[in-house]
Each structure stands twice: as C-alpha cells, then as structure tokens.
C-alpha cells in the first residue's frame, strides 16, 4: 500500500484544508489519458470533497487520499514524499519502498 512520508502528510493536509471545506475530503490521485514517455501511467492530483465511486481510499494520519485503479496499481509499493519550492509551488515524487 502506498505510504506518505511526514512532509507529504503535512503538505497533503495543508492543501486539502485550503481548497475544501468538506469534512472528508482528500487529495485524488489519478491517471491521465497520455501515458508518460515510457508508457506508463501519468498521474494527476487534485483536491476532491469524496473520492469516486471506484477509488481507493487511503487514511494515514488523517490524511486521506482517493486513487483511482491505475494508481492504486501503479503506487501500491511506493512511498510519496512531497516538497514546496520558494514561489510555494508543490511537487510530489514517487519514490520505490526501501525494504
């Protein structure tokens, strides 16, 4: 299952607080329509007040995220560490589980 690093966590809640008001909302993690340059899944993020009726829900600290199948597939053993940049801008890296 995927897990968040603390930083991610923190980020994920942050930007969930501010976009949504809805009690259970979470971040969305989803494949979009192109491939990326390996033909693998590119995955998107957005906020979303409840996950569709296919995605998997993922709760660690509070945190929740929504993944639609290709991402759950795609993320299921890997970690998501996250970073804001001196502008504020977010960006998330998948990285592999260190065993």
């Given at each position: 299952?995927?897990?968040?690093t603390d930083n991610a966590?923190?980020i994920?809640?942050?930007?969930?607080?501010r976009q949504?008001?809805?009690?259970?909302?979470?971040l969305?993690?989803?494949?979009?329509?192109?491939?990326d340059?390996e033909g693998?899944?590119r995955?998107?993020?957005?906020?979303?007040?409840?996950?569709?009726?296919?995605?998997?829900?993922?709760e660690?600290s509070?945190?929740r995220?929504f993944?639609d199948e290709?991402?759950?597939?795609?993320?299921?053993?890997?970690?998501?560490d996250a970073?804001?940049?001196d502008e504020?801008?977010?960006?998330?890296?998948?990285?592999p589980k260190?065993?």
């Open positions: 299952m995927l897990t968040l966590t923190a994920v809640s942050t930007l969930v607080s949504s008001e809805a009690p259970d909302a979470g969305r993690i989803h494949s979009t329509a192109t491939p340059a693998g899944a995955l998107a993020v957005l906020v979303a007040a409840d996950p569709e009726p296919q995605d998997q829900v993922v660690i509070g945190t995220l993944l290709t991402a759950a597939t795609a993320l299921d053993d890997k970690v998501l970073g804001v940049d504020g801008a977010v960006s998330f890296a998948v990285m260190v065993a």
